[in-house]
C-alpha cells in the first residue's frame, strides 16, 4: 500500500504535537536517577575534551548502557554550550524524541 504524502505529513504534524504536549514541560525538571547518570552526567565521555582517544572510546561504546556515539558528539556540544544544566538538556533532547516518535511513522 502506497500512503500519499499528505497523509504522511499530516501524520507527523500529530506526532510533533503528541510529543510536544507530552514533552512540552521537560526544562523544568532536573535530571533522573533512571538513566540521566549513566547517560550524562555519570558518562565520563561527555566532560571530556576532545582528543584521538576519546573518539576511539566513543567508537568502542563502554561508557553508557548502549552504544550510541552520534548522541554521545550531540551530548558532547551540550556540555560544551550549558554544562550539566538539566533544563538545557532536556529541551535539546526534544528533537530526538520527536525524530525517534516520528520515525515510528515510517
Not at 76 to 99: E, N, R
Amino acid at each position: 500500500m502506497v500512503t500519499s504524502g499528505r497523509f504522511y505529513v499530516a501524520g507527523l504534524g500529530f506526532v510533533a504535537a503528541v510529543v510536544a504536549a507530552v514533552f512540552g514541560s521537560v526544562g523544568g525538571f532536573d535530571f533522573v536517577r533512571w538513566d540521566d547518570d549513566i547517560n550524562i552526567t555519570g558518562n565520563p565521555l561527555i566532560p571530556a575534551p576532545w582528543s584521538r582517544e576519546t573518539v576511539g572510546q566513543m567508537l568502542s561504546a563502554d561508557q553508557a548502557m548502549r552504544f550510541k556515539p552520534v548522541y554521545w558528539a550531540f551530548a558532547k556540544l551540550i556540555y560544551a554550550v550549558a554544562g550539566f544544566t538539566p533544563g538545557i538538556w532536556h529541551w535539546a533532547d526534544s528533537p530526538c524524541w520527536l525524530g525517534d516518535c516520528s520515525g515510528r511513522l515510517i
